[in-house]
């Protein structure tokens, strides 16, 4: 028994060493129809961020790519700002393509101004006004969820002046739990598997808040697919998003999921043993921002062709219209 428990506890304070065990690279097989259909099928981008274009640029490169939803994210600076379009504006040009997410200006602004201390403080002045109208925005859908959430970006962050760890057991984080669970809305944290205590408390919120549903970000960084296999076979309110998980933007090869020449053994077996979890995701923003084509194209080279039919279908669109409520 102390045997197999040490094991256990190694697969989630060493994520990195089992990531490349076994995970590696071969030549999976083209299922031919999936073939076909991915080069049309339409795409919900679930971790689609909004920022420094127009909301007329936004739907041109959706439309360029047939991605018919967007969004699941925040955007760095609700309400505007370095014309950075509103989400107003992003509804009014494209409907309900745009899913709304709260939490990640918030979040930017909190940090930002106090510190990872304010992002567990309810007080916050971000939070107060965030919380005094989440409940009707979430109730009319004028907002879908909240997120993207950082609570753990310490070694998968965009800069180093963004990096943050928080506890995930705090009261900002059960208030949203709160009211996502009322809503049957969404929550999308970035937090890294390589954190048992965090990890825990995700465990106790899936648990106390069934109707929550909680994406996670680039698929948890640092996680071993043993544990996220676990995840999911243990709570049915979780789910993955497989943004930075290709070539084109996930620099580390050890933590990718696909490339232009396919995907890995371990997660095409893995999204197929989990069909209706798994969704796509860009997180092309940015630097990046240029790159949403490459994002698109890859996904629609390197990993719908060797799905199963069904399974395409479900990670490509239809997944998302079902744990968003998109139209």
């Known amino acids: 028994m102390k045997t197999k428990l040490k ?3 190694g697969l989630i304070v060493f994520p990195p060493v089992l990531i490349a065990a076994g995970f590696a690279y071969a030549n999976p097989a083209v299922v031919p129809e ?37 969004g699941g994210v925040g ?13 107003a504006e992003m509804t009014k040009v494209l409907g309900t393509r745009y ?9 930017y602004r909190v940090f930002f101004s106090g510190g990872p201390a304010g992002l567990v403080d309810l007080s916050s002045k971000a939070f107060v006004e965030m919380f005094a109208i989440a ?20 070694k998968s962050f965009s800069s180093h002046r963004f990096a943050r760890t928080i506890q995930f057991d705090n009261p900002v ?28 408390a995700l465990r106790r919120y899936l648990r106390e808040f069934p109707k929550a549903k909680v994406v996670l970000s680039h698929s948890l960084p640092y996680t071993s ?20 998980r290709g070539s084109t933007l996930g620099t580390r090869e050890l933590a990718q999921a696909y490339n232009r020449s396919g995907p ?48 395409l279908r479900k990670v490509a669109y239809q997944n998302a219209v079902a744990v968003f409520g998109l139209k």
């Open 7 to 9: 094991h256990w506890l």
């Open 34 to 70: 999936s073939a076909i259909l991915a080069k049309t099928v339409e795409i919900a981008d679930v971790h689609m961020h909004v920022l420094e274009k127009s909301a007329d640029w936004h739907k041109t490169r959706m439309d360029r790519n047939n991605v018919k939803w967007g």
């Open 75 to 87: 955007p760095a600076v609700v309400g505007g700002g370095g014309g950075w379009p509103k989400p």
């Open 99 to 107: 899913f709304f997410a709260l939490g990640q200006d918030e979040f």
């Open 135 to 154: 409940d009707q925005m979430l109730g009319s859908r004028e907002a879908y969820g909240f997120g993207e959430l950082h609570i753990d970006n310490s």
């Open 173 to 200: 984080v059960r208030k949203m739990f709160e009211l996502a669970d009322k809503h049957q809305a969404v929550l999308q944290f970035h937090m890294q598997a390589d954190n048992p205590a965090n990890l825990e």
């Open 225 to 244: 697919l043993l544990l996220l296999k676990d995840l999911l076979g243990s709570y049915q309110n979780v789910f993955v998003e497989l943004s930075q």
């Open 264 to 311: 890995k053994a371990g997660w095409l077996n893995t999204i197929e043993e989990f069909p209706d979890r798994f969704m796509l995701g860009s997180d092309a923003y940015g630097a990046n921002e240029h790159r949403y084509d490459d994002v698109m194209s890859e996904i629609r080279e390197g990993l719908l062709p060797y799905l199963k039919p069904d399974t």
